[in-house]
C-alpha cells in the first residue's frame, strides 16, 4: 500500500526533524512514516513523485549555498527553476537542519510555496527502510505504479566536497580547472574545452549512472527536471549551451583516458563513479601527471551518460511487445553494469519495464532471494517466443560473484552471490572437449543452501532433476582476442564477429563493457585473450557462444571461468564460426575444465 506525504504539512514535518536534529533519520522508519504518511490502496494520480539519487547530506551544506550554486548554475548555460517563495510564503531555512540531503528538503519546500500538488512520494520517506525484506519487495513492485501515476520530478544534485562538507562553487570549479590551462592546447585552447569541465565539476552527474532511474524514466508520462530545468527527456537539461558535440570529441579521445579506465580499484574514480567527488576532487586539485585524463571523463561524461542513458528510455518505450522489450533490457549494458546501491538491482530495476503487469502476475509469491533470477527466466522465456533476434547474453556472471557453474546452462544474471540460484555448485567443474567433442552437462547436485534447491525444484528451475541433461555439440574452441578490451573492437577483431551476427553496437556494448571488469590484474586472468566455445543442439533453440576467462601465462589455457554465454541466432552460425577462426590464436584440440568456485554462506 503506498505511502504519501501531505505537502501542506511539509513545513510542520520539517520543523520537527529540525528539532531532532542532523543526524537524525527517523523518516526512514515504519513508525514515523506510519505518523506521517497518507497510506492509499491504489497509488495517487497526479502526486508529485521523485526521482534521484540517495547520497549523505555533508556537514556544511545549507540552503543559502544551494541557491547560490543554482544561480552558478545558470550562469554557465544550465536552465534553473526559480526558488523563491510562490503563492504561499515558505520559511526556506527548514531545509537546515536536518539529515535530508539539501536538494530534497528545498524540493518539499518548493512544491509547498507553489502549490504544485497535494501529495508527494519521496522513498526514503514513503517506504519503510527498516521493513523486513519481504515488505521492501513489495514496495519496490508498486514503485512502477507509483511513477506512472504521478508528476515525476527528475533530482539533480550539487556536487559536494565531503573534505569541506561543501557544495561547489563556480568560484571553486574555476580554480580547479585554470590549473590544466596548458593542457587543454589539444583542441582550440583552454577557453573552448574548460567551460565543459566548470560545468562538470557544478552538477552531480552520478543519477545518470543509477539503474532505479531508469525505470522512473520510463514508467513516468511526464517528466520534469528539477532544480536544473528540462521537460520531457533526460537529458532535456542539456542544451547545446551547456556541451557540444565539438567539445565531448575532444575529450572523449584524449589519450590520457585509456590508461585511466585501467585503475580497477582507483578511489577517485571509483568515487566519482557513485557520485562522490571528495577523492576526485582531491587528486584534481593536487595535479598529478594524469589529472588531465580524471578532467577529461567527468567532462565528456557531461554528454555521454545523459545521451547513452536517454537512447535506454527511449529504446524500451518504442520496443512494440513483450519480446521486443525483453531484448533491450537483458541485452543492454546497464543490465550488467550499471550503478546501483545492490547489484541485483540492476535486474529489479529492470525487468519490471518489459510488461510490468505480466512480470508482477509471473513472480508473485515468489521468495525475495528468488526474485532475480525468477525475472529473468520469465524476460528469456518471452524473448526466446520470438525468433527475430540475432543475438543475446543468456549468462552473464560478476566477478564479484563466485557462483559460476554452467549447470544446464539456464538464463542468468548472476551479479551477487546471495541472489544467484544457478550456477552455486561449490566447487563446480565441468569438461568441454576441443573442437568436434561433444559437451555433457547434467543438473547440479543437491545444493547445501535450501533456498537454492527450493529455486531449482520450482517452476524457475523446471530442468532440475537428477537425471536432466543436455549433450551439445563443440562446433569450435579457440583462444580469441579478449571481447572485453575496447582495442579489439573498432576495426579491431571483434568487429568481424560482430558483423557475422549481422548486429550493431549495441552487441559491443553489452558484451564488452559487460567482460571488461573482468579484466581487473587481480583476478589473475589473462587480460588479452579468452576461451571462446560455440555449442549446438540440447535443446537450445540456437547456438551458444561461451567466453571464458584463462589464466595469465597459460600457452594452452586447461582452465577457464564462465564470464558470459551469448545465444546466436543459428542463421548466423557458419558465420560466426568462420570468423571466429580468423581471429582465433589458436584452436582448442584439448579439453578446457569450466571452474566455478561457487558460495555455500550467502554472503551480504
Known amino acids: 500500500m503506498p505511502r504519501y506525504l501531505p505537502i501542506d504539512n511539509i513545513p510542520a514535518l520539517l520543523s520537527n526533524l529540525k528539532r531532532s536534529g542532523s543526524a537524525s533519520t527517523q523518516y526512514q522508519l515504519d513508525k514515523w512514516q506510519l505518523e506521517n504518511c497518507k497510506i492509499t490502496d491504489q497509488p495517487l494520480q497526479g502526486a508529485a513523485v521523485l526521482s534521484y539519487r540517495w547520497r549523505s547530506r555533508a556537514s556544511n551544506e545549507n540552503i543559502q549555498d544551494f541557491k547560490r550554486w543554482l544561480s552558478d548554475c545558470g550562469s554557465v548555460g ?57 515488505t521492501k519487495m513489495g514496495h519496490i513492485k508498486d514503485s512502477p505504479a507509483i511513477y506512472t501515476a504521478g508528476n515525476v520530478y527528475l533530482m539533480l544534485a550539487p556536487v559536494v566536497d565531503d573534505a569541506t562538507g561543501t557544495i561547489m562553487s563556480k568560484r571553486d570549479a574555476e580554480a580547479i580547472v585554470q590549473q590544466y590551462n596548458s593542457e587543454m592546447n589539444f583542441s582550440r585552447g583552454p577557453s573552448f574545452l574548460s567551460r565543459s569541465a566548470i560545468k562538470a565539476l557544478l552538477v552531480n552527474h552520478s543519477y545518470m549512472r543509477r539503474v532505479w532511474t531508469i525505470q522512473e524514466a520510463v514508467a513516468a508520462k511526464g517528466l520534469s527536471v528539477w532544480p536544473i530545468k528540462g521537460e520531457g527527456e533526460v537529458n532535456s537539461y542539456q542544451p547545446l549551451s551547456v556541451m557540444d558535440w565539438p567539445e565531448f570529441n575532444a575529450w572523449n579521445g584524449h589519450p590520457a583516458l585509456d590508461a585511466l579506465y585501467l ?23 593536487e595535479h598529478p601527471s594524469d589529472g588531465i585524463a580524471y578532467l577529461a571523463v567527468i567532462s565528456k561524461d557531461l554528454m555521454w551518460i545523459t545521451m547513452d542513458r536517454n ?40 525487468v519490471p519495464l518489459i510488461d510490468y503487469n505480466g512480470w508482477k502476475q509471473a513472480t508473485q509469491g515468489v521468495q525475495a532471494r528468488h526474485l532475480v533470477q525468477a525475472s529473468v527466466a520469465w524476460a528469456y ?133 559487460g567482460l571488461e571488469s573482468w579484466r ?85
Open 381 to 513: 522465456s518471452l524473448l526466446e517466443s520470438q525468433s527475430s533476434w540475432r543475438w543475446s547474453v543468456r549468462i552473464y556472471n560478476s566477478p564479484s560473484s563466485e557462483a559460476r557453474g554452467l549447470d544446464l546452462l539456464e538464463p542468468r544474471r548472476n551479479l551477487k552471490d546471495s541472489k544467484a540460484m544457478h550456477g552455486a555448485t561449490p566447487n563446480y567443474s565441468v569438461e568441454i572437449p576441443g573442437t568436434g567433442g561433444t559437451l555433457h552437462l547434467t543438473a547440479p547436485p543437491s545444493h547445501p543452501d535450501n533456498v537454492i534447491n527450493s529455486f531449482l525444484k520450482s517452476s524457475w528451475g523446471s530442468l532440475f532433476s537428477s537425471g536432466s541433461s543436455r549433450d551439445m555439440k563443440v562446433e569450435l574452441s579457440v583462444v580469441a582476442p579478449h571481447p572485453g578490451q575496447p582495442k579489439y573492437w573498432g576495426e579491431g577483431p571483434w568487429k568481424s564477429i560482430r558483423d557475422a551476427i549481422g548486429t550493431d553496437e549495441v552487441f559491443r556494448l553489452s558484451v564488452q563493457w
Open 78 to 134: 544550465y536552465g534553473i527553476q526559480n526558488l523563491n517563495d510562490g503563492a504561499r510564503p515558505v520559511d526556506w531555512s527548514l531545509a537546515d537542519g536536518n539529515s535530508l540531503q539539501i536538494e530534497v528538503a528545498a524540493w518539499l519546500l518548493w512544491l509547498y510555496t507553489n502549490k504544485k500538488a497535494d501529495y508527494a512520494w519521496v522513498d526514503q520517506m514513503c517506504v519503510p527502510q527498516d521493513a523486513d525484506e519481504e
Open 311 to 350: 537512447g535506454l528510455v527511449n529504446d524500451i518505450k518504442k520496443a512494440s511487445g513483450g519480446a521486443a522489450k525483453a531484448f533491450v533490457v537483458l541485452n543492454n549494458h546497464q543490465i550488467q553494469s550499471a550503478r546501483s546501491f545492490l547489484p541485483e538491482d540492476r535486474v529489479l530495476a529492470l
Open 263 to 285: 585503475k580497477f580499484a582507483d578511489p577517485a574514480l571509483n568515487g566519482y563513479y557513485e557520485g562522490k567527488y571528495t577523492n576526485l576532487l582531491r587528486v584534481l586539485r
Open 520 to 604: 581487473n590484474p587481480n583476478l589473475g586472468l589473462d587480460p588479452e585473450g579468452a576461451a571462446v566455445v560455440v555449442v549446438s543442439g540440447g535443446g537450445l533453440q540456437n547456438p551458444a557462444m561461451i567466453i571464458l576467462g584463462i589464466p595469465r601465462n597459460q600457452s594452452v589455457p586447461t582452465t577457464g571461468q564462465v564470464m558470459m554465454v551469448v545465444d546466436v541466432n543459428k542463421s548466423a552460425l557458419s558465420s560466426l564460426l568462420s570468423n571466429l577462426r580468423n581471429i582465433g590464436r589458436q584452436t582448442l584440440t584439448t579439453p578446457i575444465r569450466a571452474v566455478s568456485k561457487g558460495f555455500v554462506t550467502p554472503s551480504e
